[in-house]
T-cell receptor
Framework: NAGVTQTPKFQVLKTGQSMTLQCAQD?????MYWYRQDPGMGLRLIYY???????DKGEVPNGYNVSRLNKREFSLRLESAAPSQTSVYFC???????????????FGDGTRLSIL | LAKTTQPISMDSYEGQEVNITCSHN???????ITWYQQFPSQGPRFIIQ???TKVTNEVASLFIPADRKSSTLSLPRVSLSDTAVYYC??????????FGIGTKLQVIP
């Protein structure tokens, strides 16, 4: 059981290049999330998708776009990469109960992105 | 969105019990308290979740007082492999969750 799979694991870009980070989960979860983690800081939410067909901004959405391709896949796109976007990016998924309570998230191992 | 406050770092010797306390004074009625563990170069991993009183699983216990304005994660008899960052989160629905910087636990031989 793979859980949450992120590709690629590492990437180096030049300023201005575009890039799509891929995330797939095999747990049949409705909700998926993208976070970034910078040195000495916690994880900050970029975007989330409560269910297939919906996406919402998190704390730091500027410079990013997302696509919830289907229930399994949630991609994060950098249209014009900037050095400030150098970070480790984590994708996560979770289930939600009919009451609205969101259950704990399952995380991938991250994509380490450097922008020169 | 409930803000949480936890110690930045803690040290403990192997074999000791470690208690990490998190303050969340403005927790809402329908909020749950969730703790995650993160090792270097890995994504966070769920440890335990609770709403009130005490919850225990195979790796930790979570103590929540009646007013729910704080919670304590208890790790029994820690080993070197428990060296990690521990995050306390409070929430219940699709909120703009922020993990914060967490508590860096260093277990000493």
């Amino acid at each position: 059981n793979a859980g949450v799979t992120q590709t690629p694991k590492f990437q180096v870009l030049k300023t201005g290049q575009s890039m799509t980070l891929q995330c797939a989960q095999d747990m049949n979860h409705n909700s998926m999330y993208w976070y970034r983690q910078d040195p000495g800081m916690g994880l900050r939410l970029i975007y989330y998708s409560a269910s297939e067909g919906t996406t919402d901004k998190g704390e730091v959405p500027n410079g990013y776009n997302v696509s919830r391709l289907n229930k399994r896949e949630f991609s994060l796109r950098l249209e014009s990469a900037a050095p400030s976007q150098t970070s480790v990016y984590f994708c996560a998924s979770s289930e939600a109960l009919p009451t609205g309570r969101v259950l704990p998230q399952h995380f991938g191992d991250g994509t380490r992105l450097s922008i020169l | 969105l409930a803000k949480t406050t936890q110690p930045i770092s803690m040290d403990s010797y192997e074999g000791q019990e470690v208690n990490i306390t998190c303050s969340h004074n403005n927790i809402a009625t329908n909020d749950y308290i969730t703790w995650y563990q993160q090792f270097p170069s890995q994504g966070p991993r769920f440890i335990i979740q609770g709403y009130k009183t005490k919850v225990t699983n195979e790796v930790a216990s979570l103590f929540i007082p009646a007013d729910r304005k704080s919670s304590t994660l208890s790790l029994p008899r820690v080993s070197l492999s428990d060296t990690a960052v521990y995050y306390c989160l409070v929430g219940g629905g699709y909120q703009k969750v922020t993990f914060g910087i967490g508590t860096k636990l260093q277990v000493i031989p």
